[in-house]
């Protein structure tokens, strides 16, 4: 796994050095320094994205439950988009610590937790596939029929498939078959704890089952993803190349669809930036702009990414290792 990891890392490092170099390093950087004054805009303008998605998860996994502060569910948010966007965990990790500082902040076990950050990345994958499909559909209000947009056409349709597989899966028991293997290799070889996911395909689908739960949840992620159309917009326009919010909301799907296409390679190294080549291309994007875009997005990440992963690292601190000093009560109490 980790030589599959560090293959695609250096796929990704590769083909990055190979487009600066091939479309020129200096004229990129120069793009880069003309947009300078939209860095900390879409920085502060980010937080909006961020409250979307962590109150998503928030319904989902409080239904039926009492409620963490939503200040809680911020900063794992936080913590979850950090680990995946500069971590080499195939932009996964962070839903898997994640869970398990849910699980002991909420204090009802990995179950629930676990249940509700799976129909989180569900919701949040199939309101993905919604936002591309609508990005299609204004794109081909804008631009002429060509090759570049049937390719487009032809992996929004693979993307629609994959999210209904994905999502289908869950109902018909996939999610059950997994956890009847992990009890019996748990079994076998002696483990402790697994019997605490017993239960978890049920869970799951009384999450989705809570309709007006998972449709609050899909609406707030559909429109944490809309709301990225507006750093497109600011950020061109601070490079000198304006465009109309409808061409930039088409940008953003495109570009987002991407990245999570890339999602072996670790923060999508090369494919984001390719992404943002192939689709700004049609709104006479130069491929120096596409590629200074897609850096200065990456900016905006490496922003909230890193004062993230040390909030990851306070949250295993206060809410995951334990209290030397209760510890040391509890001998004397009994």
């Not at 699980?103 to 309101?127: F, P, V, Y």
């Amino acid at each position: 796994m980790r030589l599959l990891t560090f293959l695609a890392g250096a796929f990704g490092v590769g083909l990055t050095i190979w487009m600066l170099g091939r479309f020129g390093l200096h004229d990129i950087l120069g793009l880069i320094a003309a947009g300078g004054w939209s860095i900390p805009a879409i920085i502060i303008f980010h937080a909006t994205q961020v409250c979307a998605s962590a109150q998503a998860w928030r319904l989902l996994a409080q239904t039926g439950r009492p409620k963490l502060a939503f200040a809680d569910f911020f900063a794992l948010r936080c913590a979850r988009e950090g680990i995946n966007n500069l971590l080499p965990v195939a932009q996964v990790g962070g839903e898997v610590i994640t869970t398990r500082l849910l699980a002991r902040r909420d204090d009802t076990g990995i179950k629930q937790a676990a249940a509700a950050t799976i129909c989180d990345l569900t919701i949040e994958l199939l309101s993905q596939v919604t936002f591309t499909l609508i990005g299609l559909g204004v794109l081909f209000c804008l631009v002429n029929r060509s090759p570049v947009t049937d390719e487009l056409m032809e992996s929004a349709g693979a993307a629609l498939l994959l999210g209904a597989v994905f999502f289908g899966s869950q109902y018909l028991g996939a999610i059950a078959l997994v956890e009847k293997l992990l009890v019996r290799i748990a079994a076998h070889l002696g483990w402790d704890g697994v019997d605490d996911i017993r239960g978890l395909h049920a869970q799951i689908l009384t999450l989705y089952r809570t309709r007006e739960n998972s449709l609050r949840a899909g609406a707030l992620q559909l429109l944490g993803w809309s709301l990225g159309t507006f750093e497109v917009f600011v950020v061109l326009a601070a490079m000198g190349h304006p465009l109309s919010l409808a061409d930039s909301f088409v940008i953003e799907s495109v570009g987002q669809a991407a990245k999570s296409a890339g999602f072996a390679v670790p923060g999508a190294l090369g494919v984001s930036e390719g992404g943002y080549i192939l689709i700004g291309g049609l709104f006479g994007l130069s491929p120096q702009e596409g590629i200074a875009l897609s850096l200065i997005k990456r900016l905006r990440e490496i922003a909230w990414g890193l004062p993230s992963l040390v909030a990851w690292q306070v949250m295993e601190m206060r809410w995951v290792r334990p209290d030397p000093a209760k510890d040391m009560r509890l001998p004397h109490q009994s």
